[in-house]
């Protein structure tokens, strides 16, 4: 997971050089960062249900071979169109690879220990995060646009060979007919719909303002603040450094607490960030708005994770945890789309960051509605899980 976001974190501080050399705009990145998440849209939910068929482990050497060649591609491409061809593949990469990383930790945790066991997971995903925009405005800045992709590859390959040879296949007692799995996941989506319903708003809110960073955001930085590849980097590496920081605790602290709080907390706190943004004046400014961005991110990731798993049988899994991939790409090609039609014909990032907020706040409205307040592990049931296992009445017989 480190590695994998190692290499999508990169390219943070290196696009919007790269396409400002082109002389194209923000639109041209808005296109460029959704073609990322259009190609998880098309195989989030094909290669969840892989997953679930031939097992969580070929889903993640598969992957890992697509991310190192999608690095090779950067590294050798002269226009912006190799960079889209290259970044789809990473789209297809992360379409397999972090629902089967999920559903990998979910078949070995119990539900008890689930928010630890997928904070550790977020956390690993978060040094990737630190690492990757770091190490990318540094290499860009000093050594070129090329030389980071290279590195990002060889070291996936190490990588490969050791998730190859550590990563043993979970045991599963079952192993449903396409028939049954389809009906399976129609009626784990059905039995807890609201619940289901309010974190796919609050996973579209919490996606959709990164996306706003990634195209508004960077480019109005690089423009107005003047920064430099290096200062992104800095960014970037704060909101993950906060992030590992709490995603641990925070998860820690939903399996004690229950689910529900940090992620309406969360929420609320990614609209209060974007605002921050809006406001900012200086890099310290911006700086300040990472921290809060990233103890959002640190609330809502983990928990959100462990109550989908908390809500979902075992045997569905891959497919349901695809289905809010999807949910979560949606976001991701509709605002760096959104983000680079307004940045284009207003020139500032203010009215992108706006929406961001907005849209945030519905997320934490959604969640503080929808959510059921239920500690895991405990004997209570989640609201529509109980009048489906309540014993029924017995009647009276007759005489």
């Given at each position: 997971?480190?590695?994998?976001?190692i290499?999508?974190?990169?390219?943070?501080?290196?696009?919007?050089?790269?396409?400002?050399?082109?002389?194209?705009?923000?639109m041209?990145?808005?296109?460029?960062?959704?073609?990322y998440?259009?190609?998880?849209?098309?195989?989030?939910?094909p290669?969840g249900?892989?997953?679930?068929?031939?097992?969580?482990?070929?889903?993640?050497v598969?992957?890992?071979?697509g991310?190192?060649?999608?690095?090779?591609?950067?590294?050798?491409?002269?226009?912006v169109?190799?960079?889209?061809?290259?970044?789809?593949?990473?789209?297809a990469?992360?379409?397999g690879?972090?629902?089967?990383?999920?559903?990998?930790?979910?078949?070995?945790?119990?539900?008890?220990?689930?928010?630890?066991?997928?904070?550790?997971?977020?956390a690993?995903?978060?040094?990737?995060?630190?690492?990757?925009?770091?190490?990318?405005?540094?290499?860009?800045?000093?050594f070129?646009?090329?030389?980071?992709?290279?590195?990002?590859?060889?070291?996936?390959?190490?990588?490969l060979?050791?998730?190859?040879?550590?990563?043993?296949?979970?045991?599963?007692?079952?192993?449903?007919?396409?028939?049954?799995?389809?009906?399976?996941?129609?009626?784990?989506?059905?039995?807890?719909?609201?619940?289901?319903?309010?974190?796919?708003?609050?996973?579209?809110?919490n996606?959709?303002?990164?996306g706003?960073?990634?195209?508004?955001?960077?480019?109005?930085a690089?423009?107005?603040?003047?920064?430099?590849?290096?200062?992104?980097?800095?960014?970037?590496?704060?909101v993950?450094?906060?992030?590992?920081?709490?995603?641990?605790?925070?998860?820690?602290?939903?399996?004690?607490?229950?689910?529900?709080?940090p992620?309406?907390?969360?929420?609320?706190?990614?609209?209060?960030?974007?605002l921050?943004?809006?406001?900012?004046?200086?890099?310290?400014?911006?700086?300040?708005?990472?921290?809060?961005?990233?103890?959002a991110?640190?609330?809502?990731?983990?928990?959100?994770?462990?109550?989908?798993?908390?809500?979902?049988?075992?045997?569905?899994?891959?497919?349901?945890?695809g289905?809010?991939?999807?949910?979560?790409?949606?976001?991701?090609?509709?605002?760096?789309?959104?983000?680079?039609?307004?940045?284009?014909?207003?020139?500032?990032?203010?009215?992108?960051?706006?929406?961001?907020?907005?849209?945030?706040?519905?997320?934490?409205?959604c969640a503080?509605?929808?959510?059921?307040?239920?500690?895991?592990?405990?004997?209570?049931?989640?609201?529509?899980?109980?009048?489906?296992?309540?014993?029924?009445?017995?009647?009276?017989?007759?005489?």
């Amino acid at each position: 997971m480190a590695i994998l976001q190692i290499g999508f974190g990169i390219v943070f501080p290196i696009f919007p050089y790269y396409i400002l050399s082109l002389h194209l705009g923000a639109m041209e990145l808005g296109v460029l960062a959704a073609s990322y998440a259009l190609a998880q849209i098309v195989l989030s939910g094909p290669l969840g249900h892989l997953s679930d068929r031939t097992g969580r482990k070929p889903v993640l050497v598969t992957a890992m071979v697509g991310f190192a060649a999608a690095n090779v591609l950067y590294a050798s491409a002269n226009d912006v169109y190799m960079m889209i061809v290259a970044r789809v593949i990473e789209g297809a990469v992360s379409a397999g690879f972090f629902p089967a990383a999920n559903a990998f930790v979910a078949d070995v945790t119990a539900a008890a220990s689930r928010g630890k066991a997928m904070g550790y997971l977020s956390a690993g995903g978060m040094v990737g995060f630190i690492v990757g925009p770091t190490a990318g405005g540094v290499l860009a800045q000093f050594f070129g646009l090329r030389l980071p992709f290279i590195i990002t590859a060889a070291i996936t390959l190490v990588t490969l060979a050791a998730l190859h040879r550590l990563i043993t296949e979970p045991e599963r007692h079952h192993e449903p007919t396409d028939t049954e799995q389809r009906v399976h996941v129609f009626e784990v989506l059905r039995r807890h719909s609201s619940a289901y319903a309010a974190l796919a708003v609050s996973v579209f809110a919490n996606v959709f303002a990164l996306g706003i960073l990634e195209v508004a955001f960077t480019l109005d930085a690089v423009q107005r603040f003047k920064v430099t590849p290096l200062q992104i980097g800095l960014f970037f590496g704060v909101v993950g450094a906060i992030t590992i920081c709490g995603s641990i605790g925070f998860g820690l602290a939903s399996d004690k607490l229950g689910r529900k709080w940090p992620i309406v907390v969360g929420s609320l706190l990614g609209a209060i960030s974007m605002l921050m943004f809006m406001q900012a004046t200086e890099i310290i400014g911006l700086l300040e708005g990472a921290v809060v961005l990233g103890l959002a991110i640190s609330m809502r990731g983990p928990t959100t994770q462990a109550m989908v798993a908390d809500l979902t049988d075992k045997n569905a899994y891959g497919v349901v945890m695809g289905v809010f991939g999807m949910v979560n790409n949606s976001a991701y090609v509709i605002s760096p789309l959104l983000a680079g039609y307004l940045y284009s014909e207003s020139g500032v990032a203010s009215g992108s960051l706006l929406l961001g907020a907005i849209v945030s706040v519905v997320g934490c409205l959604c969640a503080m509605t929808g959510l059921p307040s239920v500690v895991p592990g405990t004997k209570e049931h989640l609201p529509d899980q109980a009048a489906d296992e309540a014993p029924a009445p017995e009647r009276d017989s007759l005489p």
